[in-house]
């Protein structure tokens, strides 16, 4: 390999990993986007379940969850499918350099479903009780798809589209999953008080496939063969992709204290876990003109780190006509344990349902969670910039036995940022390729393509449209 290609080999991986940011986004191709849970009435009250003491599913958020609930033997299974648009734009201006609007040159729309199943069981000894919970569910959805047409400038005025010269593509997949057994004790105490303490082990394995390319059209190929005339003189495609692995293990401890009928207080302390990253990335990039073919390959073995969390929740049902819960949780995450590019954080989780007896329940929420937009640019210095992600949430749910629940959440996020053009257009300079001084694509020979920096970044905006799910058996 020469140290050419270990440049471009080197600058290409710096570009795949330097992503951070928390919802369904081909932006999150690195971090992933983080489950916090398939308790779809948790989720429907801005998943502000820290202290839950209803559904199975709750052990997820909290291990002491399970001595809280009132069930022997439950058992919960969940779906969440996400709606994720993509929309990034450039901004537009007038012949007298002002600001007009911004025009959208990319948008994809994707669908992404998630599964997950939990179990547990509870013995009561007097005032003690003991219980054990197993769940499987994603811990990261690395899921994200993006599609984008290179088009030339031709004139559009005969109400025509200009010709499509290539069409790029990414594609992200695969899960982080969670296996976790669940350990919990709690002891009753004066009148309706009780205190919870819980454990959880996890085992997390999960596998992401990556891959990045730019295919030029028939139409491209074959009029810039046409214009150079010279079969040795090609257009290269291009495609960068990687296949890694993840497997470690992760802690949880939690409480919760129940001080009344009214009031509930719980806590849960998720320390920073350090999981083996491997596998491989290849590069490949068609030869041309005057340039030779890269073929490279870089083995990757190093450490995924997953950032410490502590997060406290409060349950308060005040004395009303309707029964009310209302939930509270603040979330810290430290993020500085990853890299001191990052700042730690804060996320706040709010929720609430009203029930009627006979009617079905009414659950709304709130959620903000910050995360991280991160750039590496090709000399190696690092671009990271807090993205908030602010989420609306609402739900309800209906008995079908007094033994079967059926749970519906609905959420809708939103997020804007500016970031970095994902395909720079120096690459559709078709006279590097031919040798020429002048376009064989390009029908306005005065424009002069170049990758945009952060002089000129793109402005993304994105929305998530969130149906989660749940089915609980208890006995």
Known sequence: MNKYSKIVLTAAILVLVATGLAAWSITDTYFGNKQGGYEARSFSMGAAGTFNDLRPFGIAANPANLTLLDQRLAFQGGALITRNEDNRHIPLYNSFDNYIDD?????????????????????????????????????????????????????????????????????????????????SFGFDLLDCAQMNFGAELSLLQGKQEYSKTIRWSQWAIDTFADAVNNASKVLPNYEISSDTELDGMQLKAGTAIRFNKRFGLAATYTPKATLDRTGSIKEHREAYYNADAIDNTLTIDEDYILPAEIRLGILYQPQNIMRTWFNLDAEYVQWSQISSHYEDQFNLYAGVE??????????????????????????????????????????????????????????????????IDLFGDAYYNDRIYSGSSTYALWPNSHITLINRGWENPDKVRENNISLNTGITFTW
């Open 103 to 183: 025009a959208v040159y990319a948008s994809n729309i994707n669908f992404f479903d998630d599964y997950a199943i939990a179990g547990m069981g509870a013995l009561q000894f007097g005032a003690f009780k003991m219980g054990l919970g197993i769940y499987r569910k994603p811990l990261l959805d690395f899921g994200g798809y993006y599609h984008e047409e290179i088009r030339n400038n031709r004139n559009t005025d005969n109400d025509g589209y200009p010709e499509k010269l290539a069409i790029n593509k990414i594609e992200n997949t695969g899960n982080l999953m969670q296996n976790a057994g669940v350990l």
């Open 354 to 419: 009203h029930w009627v007896e006979n009617r079905f329940p009414l659950r709304l929420g709130f959620q903000a969670q910050n995360g991280y937009l991160r750039e590496v640019e090709t000399d190696g210095s690092v671009i990271a910039k807090r993205i908030l992600t602010p989420m609306l949430t609402a739900g309800s749910s209906f008995q079908l036995t007094s033994f079967l629940t059926i749970d519906l959440g609905f959420g809708y996020s939103w997020r804007e940022y500016e970031a």
